[in-house]
């Protein structure tokens, strides 16, 4: 036998045998953990390649495949990490962008520290450590304003902005121009963008020259272009609501804490 072979066998004699998978016709464990609202799927192969994952009593390896109806529970350690993880809610300024920097414009996590903080935000105070891995749940344009969702836990972003998001977000719109009952109609339902139809929304006058938008999607400058399609002009776009979570008086440029007794 070879020095070559005999070092190839030696190597897979000391390599630990993989773990068989749950099931080989199955869902991957990290895709049922994110279904399911336990992780994202980034932060479940995480979880599983650091050993924290369990399907039906047994650790499991990164690529198990499990029944869609398997029991998955996290270990200690990682419920544990997903407590520490923040979320916050930013009232974002007109001029900033929701994500990275572009076109030597800031984006909006530039405005979070403890110097931004709400007055009165009775939760935890702000750590620098909270900025890591801090993203935006969902964009803003750059030319509105209002709330905006920045957060750690791979959950929320899912609940907000996954494929299967049923998050209604609310805004108040200043328009310039003439809308007429028909046209109004359309707003509601019947437009579509980029030849693609749009789920049915709630648009109704709030007061002489601002439209409320109540809407369950959220398209490249939505509600500028829906307008444009029925003649008028956006001047004014502030996010008053995302789910159940206001944007209430926190001031324009500052933020707070997510509350343990507030949800989505």
């Known amino acids: 036998m070879t020095e070559k072979r005999i070092l190839r066998r030696v190597a897979r004699a000391d390599s630990p045998p993989a773990a068989p998978p749950a099931d080989p016709q199955g869902v991957r464990v990290s895709k049922l953990m994110a279904e399911r609202g336990l992780c994202s799927r980034r932060e479940a192969d995480a979880y599983i390649e650091r050993g924290l994952v369990f399907v039906n009593g047994e650790r499991v390896t990164l690529g198990t495949r499990a029944a869609p109806d398997a029991e998955i529970k996290l270990a200690t350690e990682a419920r544990a990490q997903q ?9 974002k300024p007109v001029g900033y962008v929701s994500g990275q920097a572009e076109d030597g414009y800031l984006p909006a996590v530039t405005l979070v520290g403890r110097d931004t903080q709400y ?21 803003l344009d750059i030319d509105s304003t209002g709330l905006l969702v920045l957060t750690q836990d791979g959950r ?11 998050v209604e977000k609310e805004y108040l719109v200043r328009v310039e121009g003439r809308l007429d009952e028909r046209s109004l109609a359309l707003l509601n339902h019947g437009l579509e963008l980029d030849g693609r139809k749009l789920r049915p929304a709630k648009v109704a006058w709030a007061n002489d020259d601002q439209l409320r938008f ?7 400058r939505q509600i500028r272009r829906m307008c444009e399609l029925v003649g008028l002009r956006v001047v004014g776009l502030k996010r008053v609501r995302i789910g159940r979570v206001r944007l209430g008086d926190l001031p324009l440029g500052q933020w707070r804490y997510l509350r343990e007794d507030e949800a989505f």
């Open 156 to 166: 929320i972003a899912r609940q907000l902005i996954g494929d299967d998001s049923d």
């Open 214 to 220: 109540e809407l369950k999607e959220g398209r490249k």
């Open 83 to 91: 407590a520490r993880l923040v979320t916050m809610l930013l009232h």
């Open 119 to 139: 007055a009165k935000d009775r939760g935890q105070r702000f750590q620098p450590a909270h900025l890591k891995g801090l993203a935006p749940a969902g964009r």
